[in-house]
């Protein structure tokens, strides 16, 4: 189809030259060497020709094109969604039965730790809560014989520090118990357990599992990473020159592996620096849940460069020759030998960005944008007549 379209365009120019530069007879060959030497910039056509090449003109418009973006990246996910589950006083390892891969919940028991030093945080603590309990009445009753002048300040100074000491002592150990799991005000004497659980943090899907039924861990061991990978982010790279076309709110389609499935995301921050081998770095929080969208996958994007309302013609209303653009735009309608004949002016112009059959253009300065008539079709045949006249003989 588009090598039909070519030769109907090399057949339409070919004829549009020789309509323009040949006659026929030499009676027209005459009139031809008395007709008017057209400035360099202005093609001429007779109403016949222009029906034949179908041109037509239009407006320049304003409009808000984007410009696509090709760049690569990795799926990244935020802190919070990201947990490394350790346990503060280590332990022997007496159950573990999760596989990477598999679903928890937060505070979903992992794992079940034994070890002495849990046994000594609880008797520390209900040794401590019971001293607690009888030192504080003392210290009540010795405030009560000081304001009766029965008991001097100084014993009073001693009962007193030591109350505030002991409640000091036992408030360190319930924070002790909860950092392995256990609530203080559940604790009792008959309460007291070897084993604690190790729970997850968040919900998620299990990463990683670095532990076995018997192995010791210590309390700075990596036992389990969970990921949530409900909220993930893209991490994408972009050359320095491209930075001023994109912001916050673009969105962004994206897709891993080489798959043909279809993934989005939103621009939420945009770099702050640029790095030293001259690469600007854009953060995109994903759209929805991708079950096949993981942490650390590498991606394609595609960042859709949105611009301000700029002017645009059709794109097939630019032509190109010797490396420039040019459009043409309505000049004025004449009469010659009593025939009817248009005249079209050749301007050079600067394409930008092209988009959804649209190209943005900038006009030369003082081009009157509202009255312009552009030639929106046509434009390469009149780039062919023009090329054409005067170089075909007859």
């Known amino acids: 189809m588009k090598t039909y379209k070519f030769i109907q365009q090399v057949i339409l120019s070919a004829l549009?030259?020789?309509?323009?530069?040949?006659?026929?007879?030499?009676?027209?060959?005459?009139?031809?060497?008395?007709?008017?030497?057209?400035?360099?910039?202005?093609?001429?056509?007779?109403?016949?020709?222009?029906?034949?090449?179908?041109?037509?003109?239009?407006?320049?418009?304003?409009?808000?094109?984007?410009?696509?973006?090709?760049?690569?990246?990795?799926?990244?996910?935020?802190?919070?969604?990201?947990?490394?589950?350790?346990?503060?006083?280590?332990?022997?390892?007496?159950?573990?039965?999760?596989?990477?891969?598999?679903?928890?919940?937060?505070?979903?028991?992992?794992?079940?730790?034994?070890?002495?030093?849990?046994?000594?945080?609880?008797?520390?603590?209900?040794?401590?809560?019971?001293?607690?309990?009888?030192?504080?009445?003392?210290?009540?009753r010795h405030a009560e014989l000081f304001k009766e002048d029965v008991y001097s300040q100084k014993n009073l100074q001693q009962v007193t520090a030591d109350y505030k000491s002991l409640k000091a002592q036992v408030h360190a150990l319930?924070?002790?118990?909860?950092?392995?799991?256990?609530?203080?005000?559940?604790?009792?004497?008959?309460?007291?357990?070897?084993?604690?659980?190790?729970?997850?943090?968040?919900?998620?899907?299990?990463?990683?599992?670095?532990?076995?039924?018997?192995?010791?861990?210590?309390?700075?061991?990596?036992?389990?990473?969970?990921?949530?990978?409900?909220?993930?982010?893209?991490?994408?790279?972009?050359?320095?020159?491209?930075a001023d076309k994109v912001s916050a709110g673009q969105k962004i389609r994206f897709f891993i592996n080489n798959e043909a499935e279809q993934h989005e995301a939103v621009i939420y921050q945009t770099g702050r620096s640029v790095n030293a081998d001259k690469t600007y770095k854009v953060y995109a929080t994903v759209d929805g849940k991708c079950k096949n969208v993981l942490p650390g996958m590498y991606v394609n994007a595609i960042i859709e460069a949105s611009t301000d309302s700029v002017t645009s013609l059709p794109a097939e209303a630019i032509v190109s020759f010797d490396d420039k653009d040019y459009i043409f735009v309505f000049d004025k309608n004449k009469k010659e030998n009593g025939k009817p004949f248009t005249e079209y002016r050749m301007i050079e112009v600067q394409k930008g960005v092209t988009d959804g059959g649209y190209t943005e253009v900038i006009l030369p300065k003082g081009f009157d944008v509202k009255a312009a008539k552009v030639v929106i079709k046509g434009a390469y045949s009149l780039l062919s007549a023009k090329k054409n006249a005067g170089e075909m003989a007859c």
């Open 16 to 140: 549009l030259g020789l309509l323009i530069s040949c006659s026929g007879n030499k009676k027209v060959t005459q009139e031809a060497k008395e007709a008017e030497v057209l400035p360099a910039d202005i093609v001429e056509l007779r109403n016949d020709q222009i029906k034949l090449a179908n041109i037509q003109t239009g407006s320049i418009e304003m409009r808000s094109l984007s410009g696509n973006l090709k760049v690569n990246g990795s799926v990244g996910v935020s802190p919070e969604n990201l947990a490394t589950v350790c346990m503060p006083f280590g332990g022997f390892v007496k159950s573990a039965n999760l596989m990477p891969g598999n679903a928890v919940t937060k505070g979903q028991t992992l794992a079940i730790l034994e070890n002495q030093e849990f046994i000594d945080i609880q008797q520390n603590y209900l040794e401590a809560k019971s001293k607690l309990e009888f030192t504080e009445a003392d210290y009540k």
């Open 174 to 242: 319930e924070q002790k118990l909860a950092l392995i799991g256990i609530n203080p005000a559940n604790l009792h004497e008959d309460d007291i357990t070897r084993a604690v659980a190790v729970v997850s943090p968040i919900t998620g899907y299990v990463k990683a599992v670095n532990i076995n039924i018997g192995k010791y861990v210590a309390p700075t061991d990596v036992l389990f990473e969970i990921v949530n990978s409900d909220k993930l982010y893209l991490e994408l790279t972009l050359f320095e020159k491209d």
